[in-house]
């Protein structure tokens, strides 16, 4: 073989992302950690909340030799669970699925708890461990698994079940990685923190190798609205997807497959756009040329009467629950959240939710308001300076004109959910420039900031009103023992005097509008100082 | 009677019964007070505006009088509080002194209010105050409750520094003594601060004779003037406190008498003559006690120093003559007038006039008859930012006009004591009887 002959050979996806790992946040032994324990949270919340199960997750980290930097990381949920068929599959064959239909949920390309399991196996050599059962099932399913890489297939290990003694369901998911745990703590933390800051309606606990348990206790029982899974809508279509669609269809003609693929297409939509397209209604859609895909996909995206898409596949957190969330982190002294409605980007629909903490242990924000970013219910750690949210509130909202002088306690939380969150890259750390996401964040934001001000120009309205009081109680005393001594009696004198102070407080506390324990106390503080 | 009392000692009947009055006026005002505190009312206190746009001039009796506006201080009134609480400690202490027979002066009453009130703030400081910190406060207070109550500080028994005098045939009663005013020997009758605790027993007088300068006075009394003329002789020595005032008043109401004004002939001494006549402008709300809208002004005119002869060069040239005519109509109807002094006695007793003393002269006729008057530049130069002014209504009159106009012209003012230099007896025998007899003065 002469140098310039190059041998080409076909890689499994395995093999691919075993090589490549770093796209999928592996790149060290610090990200891994953090990664591990990302991708299944996100899985075991995955199982829950969106099946409408309040989530009680535990994460348990352990050192997992003497030696080497190698530590078991074990997951469990109360969730669905996962058939005893699917799961080699599952943690075992990449790009194996169940996430391809359109609704709302936090993993996106079902690769993530894949990864996981091929970088445990190359770091320490050990298999996933998964114990799993669905809430209707009798027994309770184990696998201990690994990854055929080369042939991209799930390698089992050892399998059994046992009967159910108690009525659990949900799975349990331990891998073993090598990592740097004493660098990737703090990343580990912030994670579950800023993913319990949202979730109030979850039982988390996560227990570190120091066997410190870190929990956040439900507070409250609303969960959000799990997401209906829907079709596609026209607009997010592209040639690859309508390549694929055509090729598993089962339907006859290419006119029931459009009216049966997606939503917002019925008969007469599905005739236009194929006339358009200037192909036969009645063509099998598995006989489509190259070229006439290209006419159909160009046909359906340029129809422009399509209804937006429908916002059931989504499962917005709710105001009650952002609200929620925001006292059990911050316990502040105002809150509020905005729940916009919903709203579309190129057929995907999308809902902005805005929460706003002020005072209390919110932290400072020094040129700007705390940003806490969220897609799809994860929070968003990283890339801070690229997202559009951050730079909306930086640029785009005058605090000034909202009474906020910063630097001041005070944090905005957004919260972007939808069928295709835009993020920057592959990372899934900033959100992307969208006009449409842009302008409903803006407008989010800036409702939420006029409660605030509201709540502000109240409380600077109270605190004048309270000031004014004080300036006139401080001269009760006085006022009260100059009638005094004009009008009583030397023996009554004191009695007089209290008495006179006594209606006097009740005056000014109903002309000032301001409680009477308030004047009651400054009057007080005069009277103790005078020695009265 | 005589009784001893508390640490004041032996204490007259007409005093017991002046406190008794204003402890009555004071009980009173402040149980209305505390009416309305019972009823749940907010606590406010009326009385007339003591401020200058409610001060006007009463064409009819011929004073400065407080206006028809009245104030509402309440004590719910954050901007009000204060001052509320100011005025009720003020009452309070001057209750006090009432009731333990004290004379308290301005002063004392300063002192004796001012204390700190320390308290807890709402932001939780402790915060330090005081009643007051100036006397200026205090004293603002007392005028308060002046028109408040509608009496003066004299009859609440509040002193003040005795500064005016008086002799002449004139028997009084101050106190429990009778005193007669004939007989002071080199000596004169300290006008005491509470005037209206002065009874008028008997006189023998046929006008008063009221000299701005003590020295005057001095020498008029010694020279027997009050004697051989039949007048009251009094003196202010210099600006009228509230007692002189009020005890001219009192002798032009009581007896009937005639009151002449001698003063310098510059501003100062016309404004003097004007607070006799027609009350100050600060103490407005005083006047109808203090005021003796009959007092005439006999001199030193600036007419009796030069002539009239200035005033009718000026009042030749028409268009001077018109802006005259507009300040006050009658210039021409004026009497004419020969001056006491000889153009070399003029040259060494008149004074230069200051700025200060152009100054108070606009602000008594107005900008207008300066600007026709003066002919220096360089003095007109230095009023130029009193432009606009158009002086006190009650300097309106020919006289006046032709006065100030002589004023503006010549720059020139003169003492009274120049005209004792003259010759007392050219003052006393020639100059004041002259004046007197012929009516040669300003009403």
Not at chain 2, 269 to 280: D, E, L, M, N, T
């Amino acid at each position: 073989m002469s140098q310039y002959d190059e041998v080409y050979r076909a890689v499994s996806p395995a093999e691919f992302f075993y090589k490549y790992r770093e796209i999928a946040g592996f790149a060290n032994p610090v990200r891994a950690v953090y990664q591990t324990v990302r991708e299944l949270v996100e899985n075991a919340l995955d199982a829950t909340d969106v099946h409408g199960i309040p989530p009680d997750v535990k994460v348990t980290i352990k050192k997992a030799d003497e030696t080497q930097e190698f530590y078991q990381i074990t997951v469990e949920d109360n969730g669905i669970g996962i058939p005893p068929n699917i799961v080699p599959n599952a943690f075992g064959k990449v790009l194996f699925s169940s996430k391809y239909v359109m609704r709302q949920s936090r993993g996106m390309y079902g690769l993530g708890v894949k990864m996981v399991v091929l970088y445990a196996q190359m770091t320490t050599g050990r298999p996933v461990e998964v114990i799993t059962s669905k809430p209707n099932f009798k027994r309770i399913y184990y696998f201990k698994l690994r990854i055929d890489v080369n042939k991209n297939e799930p390698v089992i290990l050892e399998a059994g079940s046992w009967r159910k003694t108690r009525d659990w369901h949900g799975t349990i998911v331990s891998v073993t990685i090598e990592g740097d745990w004493n660098r990737a703590k703090s990343r580990v933390l912030e994670y579950i923190n800023r993913t319990a800051t949202i979730l109030p309606y979850a039982n988390i606990a996560l227990l570190t190798p120091e066997n410190e348990i870190i929990y956040y206790p439900r507070v409250v029982n609303t969960m959000p609205r799990p997401p209906v899974e829907t079709k596609p809508h026209p607009q997010g279509l592209d040639l690859e997807f309508l390549s694929s669609l055509v090729k598993n269809t089962g339907f006859e003609t290419l006119e029931k497959l459009l009216i049966n693929s997606f939503q917002s297409i019925g008969e007469a939509t599905a005739r236009q756009i194929i006339q358009k397209a200037g192909l036969d209604p009645a063509k099998k859609p598995e006989s489509l040329t190259n070229e006439e895909l290209l006419a159909l996909v160009n046909a359906i995206k340029s129809y422009d009467k399509y209804r937006p898409p429908s916002p059931k596949s989504l499962s917005p957190l709710g105001e009650e629950i952002i609200t929620a969330g925001l006292k059990r982190a911050f316990e502040p002294e105002f809150v509020t959240a905005v729940s916009r409605r919903p709203s579309a980007y190129s057929g995907h629909p999308f809902i902005v939710e805005v929460g706003l903490a002020y005072g209390g242990k919110t932290p400072i924000g020094e040129d700007k308001p705390v940003v806490l970013r969220y897609a799809n219910k994860i929070p968003l750690l990283y890339d801070e300076a690229t997202d559009m949210v951050v730079e909306v509130v930086k640029d785009e909202i005058s605090w000034d004109n909202y009474m906020v002088s910063l630097p001041a306690p005070i944090l905005v939380l957004v919260h972007v959910c939808s069928t295709k969150v835009p993020f920057k890259g592959v990372g899934k750390e900033s959100i992307a420039d969208i006009p449409e996401l842009r302008r409903e964040v803006k407008l989010g934001i800036m409702e939420a900031a006029r409660g605030l001000k509201q709540y502000l120009s109240k409380k600077i309205r109270e605190e004048e009103a309270k000031k004014r009081a004080e300036n006139i109680a401080k001269y009760i005393p006085e006022v009260a023992r100059s009638l005094s001594i004009i009008l009583a009696d030397e023996d009554s004198f004191n009695a007089y005097r209290s008495e006179v102070v006594r209606k006097l407080t009740t005056v000014v506390a109903k002309r000032t509008g301001v409680s009477l324990d308030l004047i009651q106390g400054i009057v007080k503080s005069v009277e103790a100082e005078a020695g009265v | 009677m005589r009784q001893r009392l508390g640490c004041s000692g032996v204490t007259s009947k007409i005093d017991l019964e002046a406190r008794g009055k204003a402890l009555d006026i004071v009980k009173y005002s402040m149980r209305e007070l505390l009416e309305q505190i019972e009823r749940g009312e907010k606590p406010t206190l009326i009385m007339p505006k003591r401020t200058l746009s409610n001060t006007i001039y009463d064409l009819k009796h011929k004073m400065l009088l407080l206006g028809p506006e009245l104030q509402k201080r309440s004590f719910t009134d954050v901007n009000e509080a204060k001052k509320f609480m100011q005025t009720l400690l003020m009452a309070s202490i001057i209750y006090e002194a009432l009731r333990n027979n004290e004379y308290p002066t301005i002063r004392d009453l300063y002192y004796r209010g001012k204390h700190s009130i320390v308290y807890r703030s709402i932001d939780g400081k402790r915060v330090s105050e005081n009643t007051w910190d100036e006397q200026r406060e205090s004293d603002s207070v007392i005028r308060d409750l002046e028109v408040l109550l509608s009496v003066l500080r004299e009859d609440l028994l509040i002193l003040s520094k005795e500064k005016g005098k008086v002799v002449g045939n004139l028997v009084i009663r101050s106190g429990d003594d009778t005193i007669d005013l004939s007989k002071m020997g080199h000596g004169a009758y300290s006008i005491e601060p509470t005037p209206d605790l002065i009874e008028f027993i008997d006189v023998d007088a046929e006008y008063i004779l009221v000299v701005e300068k003590d020295a005057v006075f001095q020498q008029l009394h010694r020279y027997g003037f009050w004697r051989k003329y039949k007048a009251i002789l009094v003196t202010s020595a210099g600006q009228p406190d509230r007692a002189t005032r009020r005890f001219v008043r009192r002798l032009s109401d009581e007896l009937k008498l005639p009151v002449y004004i001698l003063a310098d002939s510059d501003p100062y001494g016309f404004y003097i003559y004007s607070v006799f006549k027609a009350g100050s402008i600060t103490l407005s709300y005083e006047s109808e006690r203090l005021a003796t809208p009959s007092a005439k002004f006999i001199g030193v005119m600036m007419t009796d120093i030069f002539g009239d002869s200035v005033f009718k060069k000026i009042i030749k040239e028409r268009e001077a003559r018109k802006t005259l005519e507009e300040v006050a109509t009658g210039i021409e109807d004026l009497k004419p007038k020969t001056p006491y002094l000889s153009e070399s006695e003029r040259s060494n007793f008149i004074i230069k006039a200051k700025t200060k003393d152009l100054e108070r002269a606009v602000e008594l006729i107005g900008y207008k008859v300066a600007d026709v008057c003066m002919e220096d530049k360089d003095a007109k130069s230095k009023i130029k930012r009193k432009e606009g002014l158009t002086g006190y209504p009650w300097f309106a009159t020919p006289h006046w006009v032709r006065e100030l106009c002589i004023f503006f012209n010549t720059l020139s003012k003169l003492e009274i004591e120049a005209m004792a230099s003259k010759g007392l007896k050219f003052l006393a025998d020639k100059y004041i009887p002259e004046k007197i007899s012929s009516g040669d003065w300003i009403d």
